[in-house]
């Protein structure tokens, strides 16, 4: 069975590819496994979701953009500002370790319906056996091009 990706926008069949090779092999990769800084210059956008304790709504993600990881002082941005971002996708792919591809529609301010692919990635916590507790998610989420 071919992954769900390969009918998303070519820019998450990208990340979705490089996410697959640091998974070499495994359910999904660590978090310590991704080279982040590289990840930031090839796809801008990109999102890490860190599951905070009581992960259960969309408050308890911190949303951070990876360009801004180095930044340590960074308290993460406002969830509220994410709140297009559907958190059954978190929560999906948190649950089965798999990524997850959504497309989302929302209204634009100025009346234009709007079409997103969303892709979640899981990212495993350090020392877990087979890394199967997930620490953190990347998220993507692109715009399609009309009648897409």
Do not use: K
């Not at 660590?30 to 800084?37: M, Q, T, W």
């Not at 860190?50 to 969830?79: C, K, S, V, W």
């Amino acid at each position: 069975m071919a992954p769900t990706w390969l009918d998303a926008a070519p820019e998450i069949q990208g990340l979705c590819e490089v996410w697959d090779q640091f998974r070499a092999g495994r359910t999904m990769p660590r978090r310590a496994d991704i080279d982040l800084v590289g990840l930031a210059e090839a796809f801008s956008g990109v999102l890490l979701a860190e599951l905070l304790p009581d992960g259960e709504q969309a408050a308890n993600y911190r949303y951070l953009p990876i360009d801004a990881l180095d930044d340590r002082g960074h308290a993460g941005l406002d969830p509220a500002l994410f709140q297009h971002i559907p958190v059954r996708g978190c929560h999906a792919a948190s649950a089965t370790g798999a990524p997850y591809l959504e497309r989302h529609s929302l209204l634009s301010g100025d009346g234009v319906l709007l079409d997103y692919d969303i892709v979640f990635l899981p990212l495993a916590a350090a020392g877990g056996s087979e890394g199967f507790v997930v620490e953190a998610l990347l998220i993507l989420a692109l715009e399609l091009p009309p009648g897409a």
